[in-house]
């Protein structure tokens, strides 16, 4: 069984990487390491002690990305590649729609070519609208906040007009929640650049001594504390959701989506006093305003994702902030040296 996983190098796709490598499947990474870098391929062999084949070209590109079917007969794509900062995207709108629509098209036009029927999207809990549920189940309304949410959204629908079109394709759209957390090695793990968006990396950042104090954004929502609520996800779990989806797409058609969640929500308070717990360092904070286009509160309804994957997040919060730490302590730099 031989996977292709575009985005390979990055958090999520190393993760799974490894998780693939030591059940023993054979893998393709594809990656033009634009927000990722070429060491991690070095750190996923040193974890799993296995090779595999990689190619450094861009997936929204047709013919260098073709090189990579020509080489290999792929029987799974997982398409983790696209860009992902939720701010970001408001700012340079078109590049976000020219790069994450345009490698969906090129990916699928590929997979027809070249008869692979198999694909399992990264898709995110951004095209929910979450201000009407908090409990979000996949056919709780859709609707997003900024531009990243929506070139999940407008991908989902082209697999699912492509699947419609081609009923021998199966596509799993995979709605991932938070993400957070790093492999038990601590050798491959969140990397942002710059100053981190999202909060466990802006946490850890704090926590190693290259940022004063966390601002939370926001104490006045509607939530136990006042801070906003999300479903974090160890990274590891994830992979693993991806692994089970693999299974999945060989014995179904057609395209679905499915929650990756745990079904729980924590405040923005109980990650930090759950990682200063599970790091026994300080976290100094201070409240702000609120950050446009975020809401109060949502978590997965993990349901689906058990019934149709067999698969359920096991890993718990304390666990995910110990492995967010080990990660920033061991690479206080990142994959520099
Ligand atoms: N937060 C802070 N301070 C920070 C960063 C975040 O208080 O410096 C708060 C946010 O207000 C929010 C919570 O921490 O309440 C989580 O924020 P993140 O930025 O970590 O995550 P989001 O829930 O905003 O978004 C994440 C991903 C998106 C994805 C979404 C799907 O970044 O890509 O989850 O659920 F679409």
């Known amino acids: 069984m031989k996977l292709l996983l575009t985005g390979g190098a990055g958090y999520i796709g190393s993760h799974t990487a490894v998780e693939l490598l030591n059940k023993g499947y054979e893998i393709v990474i594809a990656d033009n390491y634009s927000n990722s870098d070429p060491k991690v391929l070095d750190r996923i062999r040193k974890i799993t002690n296995k090779d595999f084949a990689h190619y450094n070209c861009d997936v929204a590109n047709y013919s260098e990305f073709e090189r990579v079917f020509k080489e290999h007969k792929i029987d799974v794509v997982i398409h983790f590649a696209g860009y992902k900062a939720v701010g970001e995207s408001v700012k340079i709108p078109l590049e976000y729609y020219e790069n994450n629509l345009n490698a969906t098209i090129t990916l699928l036009k590929l997979m027809n070519k070249y008869g692979v029927e198999n694909c399992i999207f990264s898709s995110s809990a951004a095209v929910y609208d979450s201000t009407k549920n908090r409990r979000l189940t996949e056919d709780s309304p859709l609707s997003c906040t900024n531009t990243y949410g929506y070139t999940k959204l407008m991908s989902e629908q082209i697999f699912k007009d492509a699947a419609r079109a081609n009923p021998k394709l199966s596509i799993a759209l995979l709605r991932y929640f938070n993400p957070i957390g790093s492999h038990e090695s601590g050798l491959i793990g969140d990397n942002p650049n710059g100053i981190p968006n999202n909060l466990l990396p802006y946490i850890t950042r704090v926590a190693v001594g290259k940022l004063d ?66 790091s026994g360092v300080k976290i100094p904070y201070e409240f702000t305003g609120r950050r446009e286009g975020d809401t109060a509160e949502y978590y997965a309804s993990p349901e689906l994702a058990k019934k149709l994957l067999g698969w359920e997040a096991r890993l718990d919060l304390e666990q995910m902030c110990a492995s967010a730490w080990k990660w920033q302590k061991m690479n206080p730099n990142g994959y520099e040296e």
């Open 213 to 278: 104090k966390l601002y939370i954004f926001g104490n006045d929502y509607d939530t136990r504390d006042g801070t906003g609520v999300r479903d974090y996800i160890h990274v590891v779990d994830l992979a693993l959701g991806h692994i089970a989806a693999i299974d999945y797409c060989l014995n179904n058609k057609g395209a679905i989506a499915i929650n990756l969640g745990t079904g729980k929500g924590y405040s923005v308070l109980e990650v930090v006093h759950a990682f200063e717990k599970a």
